[in-house]
């Protein structure tokens, strides 16, 4: 296989951080390469690299055999590299050809060429073999058909280097395997597709060759034949995580119900659920995609309206109409998405850990005591083992896994006991997944309650004391200790058929 990309030696500093030091990576025409590494190493500075973004200190970029040097983003689609970021760059007002095409429009005398447009999308999407509604906005597209456009632009610019920045992060199941179709199809036309994800599983079904990094290290390059899952992690975290789940504690039928909830029905005519909730314990909501899992959190918590419910919190009745009700009778919520749910990205650490927190820093009048507030601070993100250089540090520059850990910190601060965690490690690397598992458990051995909402089955099987399984909007079982295997859950999940749970 004839290698079309090769980066030689690759160094990049930012203050204070060594990003990359020496980096080297060789990818083949018609091949699907691995780029893996935790949080932190150093791949998507890589990325940026290859893609313009960011400009190299040291090192060479090949392409075809020859060196390149992007000045900018625009120099490396010219020679035909494309990117296709986690974080989606499409205008949601537009549909997919206005999307694709944004910026390079097709025009004669001025005027737009409309129908050439869309018979170019039209063909790229035959060669992707999806279907999408050109005339619709694409914010009323699924997200793997958003994920499919992106995927288009980039082969409407001959990108021949193709990058996928986890890809399937929020796919489901079946999406993911059409993905996979795609990319098998891109292979045999000769593109060539670096692939990050945090899914191990994924790198062993799709993936031809792996190269690993750790804290901006080179560490291997392998064939996916010659390696297994338990070596995979040991490179990538320089030991082996023997136990991602820590052991479950032995049953506890005389635990205090923190939280009950009965007669919770969200739409009128719509299902009837209940369930509780006991200290100490983790209770697992498992289902499809679409089957109420994270509705049924929002409800309880007054995110989302109910046309009715009735809750009790330690055996009292509350209303929680809204979430400033909940959090006021201690219930907290990791939401689904850290990033523009639970966190101000753009704030430091102290600030998100602070925002909900005010009136127990205040002096006299509306003066804070920010001494008082640097200290709970520091004692927070030590409990919670945020990893950064100070309180300072701006959110957005933490891995994801650091960033879940401000979110819990928050809460803590706000003294929850009961707290909600919905997809706890989703985009979070091998690594940083054993921490919040941990941290789970060592909150739960303190007396907290945690509802877990997961779409992946080892976790829900794993960390679940209890697992509530959800099919179209109905709790159907709740599943206790030896009940909680993959066959049950799934069983009930899908009334006997044979989809994938999420």
């Known amino acids: 296989m004839s290698a079309i990309l090769e980066l030689r030696g690759i160094t990049k500093g930012f203050p204070g951080v060594q990003a990359l030091s020496g980096i080297d990576l060789t990818v083949g025409a018609g091949e699907i390469h691995a780029l893996l590494g935790e949080n932190g190493a150093g791949k998507s500075t890589l990325m940026k690299i290859l893609s313009g973004i960011h400009q190299p200190d040291e090192g060479r970029i090949v392409v075809d055999g020859q060196d390149r ?34 910026g390079r429009e097709r025009r004669r005398f001025g005027l737009l060429k409309s129908r050439s447009m869309r018979a170019e999308a039209v063909a790229l999407f035959e060669r992707l073999g999806v279907h999408i509604d050109l005339s619709a906005e ?115 039928p005389s635990a205090k119900v923190v939280l009950e909830v009965e007669g919770l029905q969200i739409e009128r005519g719509g299902p009837v659920n209940a369930f509780r909730l006991h200290e100490g314990e983790i209770l697992g909501f498992a289902g499809l995609v679409g089957s109420g899992r994270t509705e049924t959190v929002m409800a309880v ?21 809204d979430p400033a009700e909940a959090l006021s009778h201690g219930l907290g919520i990791l939401p689904e998405s850290r990033k523009t749910e639970g966190l101000i990205t753009s704030f430091s650490i102290r600030d998100n850990i602070s925002i909900n927190n005010l009136p127990k820093y205040r002096k006299a009048g509306a003066f804070l005591d920010f001494a008082r507030e640097r200290t709970t601070t520091d004692a927070m993100m030590r409990q919670v083992g945020v990893k950064a250089p100070g309180q300072n540090t701006v959110v957005e520059t933490l891995s994801g896994g650091n960033q879940q850990k401000v979110v819990l910190a928050r809460w803590l601060n706000h003294h929850c006991r009961i707290l909600f965690f919905d997809e706890p490690t989703r985009g979070i690397d091998v690594g940083a997944k054993a921490e919040i598992y941990g941290l789970m458990r060592a909150l739960t051995e303190q007396g907290y309650a945690i509802v877990m909402v997961s779409s992946e089955l080892p976790e829900i099987v794993g960390m679940s004391d209890r697992v509530a399984v959800f099919r179209e909007g109905s709790i159907v079982a709740t599943l206790d200790s030896d009940q909680i295997t993959p066959t049950d859950i799934m069983r009930h999940a899908t009334a006997g058929e044979t989809h994938e749970l999420v």
């Open 69 to 102: 040097h992007f000045a900018d983003y625009h120099d490396a689609v010219a020679a035909g590299i494309g990117i296709v970021f986690q974080e989606f760059s499409l205008i949601p007002y537009l549909n997919a050809v206005e999307n694709i095409f944004l």
């Open 138 to 252: 694409v914010r009323a597209l699924s997200v793997a058909q958003q994920q499919f456009i992106e995927i288009a632009k980039a082969l409407a610019l001959d990108a021949r280097i193709l990058i996928l920045d986890e890809p399937t992060a929020t796919l489901t199941p079946t999406d993911a395997e059409h993905l996979f179709q795609i990319m098998r199809g891109l292979k045999a036309q000769g593109v060539a597709i670096i692939f990050i994800s945090h899914h191990l599983d994924e790198i062993f079904e799709i993936c031809d060759r792996i190269t690993v990094l750790r804290d901006g290290q080179f560490i291997a390059d392998t064939d996916v034949a010659e390696t297994d899952m338990d070596s995979l992690v040991q490179m990538m975290v320089g030991r082996r995580l023997e136990r991602s789940f820590p052991p479950k504690p032995a049953p506890r």
């Open 301 to 321: 918590l007054g995110a989302d309206p109910a046309h009715r419910k009735t809750v009790r919190i330690n055996g009292d009745a509350v209303r929680l109409a």
